[in-house]
């Protein structure tokens, strides 16, 4: 089941400068996509979402972009810090699915001081 | 700030053994939902819990896994007979409604690590 795909594993990049993580989803029934970070021994925590009738939602360094025709969503965190260090999980529900959120498989970023 | 909750923190058990995480949500939320995570891959959606009911569930959630809300607070998850493959990190999540808004966030807990011998 790939229905969340994050084809990149990691990311490394430097304080200061912009991150740049990228999701790719297969189901056209999505409507609802989320971000998660999640440090070692912690559960997901949420980070930002976006309703698919948005093509951009920002919450200070964090904006996430849907293009919905491409099924691709990003986040974009700037200004990198390093406290931003972390495993960032994509996700998606479905309109009368939300009970079920699919997640992607993550990928681990690497803001560097 | 209000948090879920879970214990234990890591549960070790023989093959063919029951073991029951348990969680406690946020107090006033009404949906409740179990992921796991085996080692190194993906958060997996295990099943959903409303109105005291299965709402949906996962090909993973099959007839050895159970949930109940067996008193106004605790959200449990049973695995009748544990298997190898079922070691991995299982994470309780709340939320207050559906997550179609970003006021029904899944609010998730710190996890339980289940390792099988």
């Known amino acids: 089941d790939q229905q969340v795909k994050q084809n990149s594993p990691s990311l490394s990049v430097q304080e200061g400068r912009i991150s740049i993580l990228n999701c790719d989803y297969t189901?056209?029934?999505?409507?609802?996509f989320l971000w998660y970070k999640k440090y070692p021994a912690e559960g997901p925590t949420f980070l930002i979402s976006?309703?698919?009738?948005?093509d951009k939602n920002e919450d200070g360094r964090f904006t996430v972009f849907l293009n919905k025709s491409a099924k691709h969503l990003s986040l974009h965190i700037v200004p990198s810090q390093p406290g931003d260090s972390a495993v960032y999980f994509c996700?998606?529900?479905?309109?009368?699915?939300?009970?079920?959120?699919?997640f992607g498989a993550g990928t681990r970023l690497f803001v560097k001081a | 700030e209000p948090e879920v909750t879970q214990t234990p923190s890591h549960q070790v058990t023989q093959m063919g053994q029951e073991v029951i995480l348990r969680c406690v949500p946020i107090?006033?939320?009404?949906?409740f939902y179990w992921y796991r995570q085996i080692l190194g891959q993906k958060v997996e959606f295990l099943v959903s819990?409303?109105?005291?009911?299965?709402?949906?569930k996962s090909e993973i959630f099959d007839d050895q896994f159970s949930v109940e809300r067996p008193d106004g607070s605790n959200f449990t998850l049973k695995i009748r007979s544990t298997k190898l493959e079922d070691s991995a990190m299982y994470f309780c999540?709340?939320?207050?409604?559906?997550?179609?808004?970003?006021?029904?966030?899944?609010?998730f807990g710190p996890g339980t690590r289940l390792t099988v011998l």
């Open positions: 819990f409303y109105n005291n009911e299965i709402s949906e």
């Open positions: 996700a998606a529900s479905a309109n009368g699915g939300g009970f079920k959120t699919i």
């Open positions: 999540a709340s939320s207050a409604g559906l997550a179609t808004s970003s006021t029904d966030t899944q609010y």
């Open positions: 189901n056209s029934m999505f409507d609802y």
């Open positions: 976006i309703s698919s009738i948005k």
């Open positions: 107090s006033n939320h009404l949906y």
